[in-house]
């Protein structure tokens, strides 16, 4: 097991590991072209998701007009019968 302490030893001053060393930025200025791909991408998502939710909506519509005509007998619902 090693010591912390060193003792009167002088120790040589090194890099800061603190500062981080930046990247050189490119000549080249590419960013615009991921900009335009996500935003296109996100446009395609959320004009799918709309379209999912029409589908649905249209759906659920249809669902309901079909139980309508499936239960609608012209039965009455209570009973209106003078005999109780």
Not at 31 to 57: E, P, Q
Not at 59 to 65: E, L
């Amino acid at each position: 097991m090693y010591n912390a302490y060193v003792g009167n030893e002088a120790l040589p001053q090194g890099t800061n590991p603190f500062q981080p060393n930046p990247p050189t930025p490119d000549d080249k200025n590419d960013n615009w072209i991921w900009i335009v791909v996500l935003s296109v991408l996100c446009v395609l998502l959320l004009g799918g998701l709309g379209f999912a939710v029409y589908k649905w909506r249209t759906a659920q519509a249809a669902a309901a007009q079909q139980r309508g005509i499936v239960y609608d007998e012209k039965k009455p619902l209570v009973n209106t019968s003078e005999e109780i």
